[in-house]
């Protein structure tokens, strides 16, 4: 296999995980559509035995991810969610987990309207504040958990001294990347043990495939995550892994354009009347602007965004725009609009998403790689439509 030490992000994005395929010297990894393996002895295997516990696609795509996130030891799965699940699963009951007040709602339901049913307990606070998490760590801590850019408010969080303050209390630090992907930032070089994706955004790329991944620094850790992950079986098939490995060789292209039309969106949204605030971490404006610059290389392609004429104006905006497609989900090619309150994030209550700071008008932005020119055109015809 080509070393890839050494190499930029651009060529690893291309190169990694992919080797021809032996037999008949296939560039791209071959859609290993198969469920077992025929095996030379009992016991014994050539390689896998069995697709819940491996295949080669999937190897080719945990081999790639792992890679951009500067390790060896990647896990794919069925999806994000499956992917943070098992995390949380090397945890037992009566374990405990700070994570921020400010999380994809999905993340949110599966930490409190399921795994604290198993005993587990959490405690949200804002983690830009290393205090706030510092002071809520327990003995029996044993995870902290965070996103950042965060979905959907966008707050960063310093992950360098959020790994200090995680290892002081000897909890691990885990990082849900998907906003930022390893293009733009590398939480295990910052001190994270656990880096988790969903790969349905932008790591896929391309809105036509759903999940997820885990990057860890150590064999160990990776050896008891596929444990876990082969016990429960929320496993990624074949052609999902062939799908987001080639969306993968694209990441770089895609992430500059990304960034690009965001910061573009970004500016233009701030100077715009009816727009109250802009929630963008490439503006300088925005609180979390200078520990992004430190560990991030760019702003990323999200904006979040509050009218001056609150939910109302909100749903009209969501209403009226033509490139921006109203769904959830993010991190595709093509531009989408959703209003989190009602959508990604409903399943947070009220109360919760008040705590963090969401409002019920905010309305969030994945901005596309369509022509830059064309998305803002889109925004003003659809703020000023009656
Ligand atoms: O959808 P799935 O692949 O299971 O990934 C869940 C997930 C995990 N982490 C983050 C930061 C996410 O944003 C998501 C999924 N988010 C959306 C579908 C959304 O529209 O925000």
Redesign the pocket.
Known sequence: MLDLNGFSFGTRAVRAGTEPEPVTGAIMTPVFQTSTYVQPKPAEAKVHEYSRSGNPTRDALEFAVAELEGSKHGLAFA????A?DTVLRLLSSGDHVVASDDL?G??YRLFTAVLERFGISFSFVDAREVEQVAQAMRPETKLVWV?TPT?PLLKIVDLAKLAEVAHAGNAWLAV?N??ATPYLQQPLQLGADFVVH?T??YMGGHSDV???AIVVREQALRDRLWYLQNAIGAVPGPWDCFLTLRGLKTLHVRMQRHCENAAKVAAYLSEHAAVDRVYYPGLPSHPGHEVAASQMSAGGGMVSIELKGGVDAGYKLCMNTQLFQLA???GGVESLI?QPATM?HASVSPEARRAAGLADGLVRLSVGIEDGDDLIRDLEQALAAK
Not at 79 to 82: F, L, P, R, V
Request: proline fraction near 0%.
């Open positions: 999806s994000g969610m499956a943070i994809y999905g993340t996103e979905n849900d998907t906003f969903s349905t955004k759903v999940g997820g959830e989900s993010l959703e990604t």
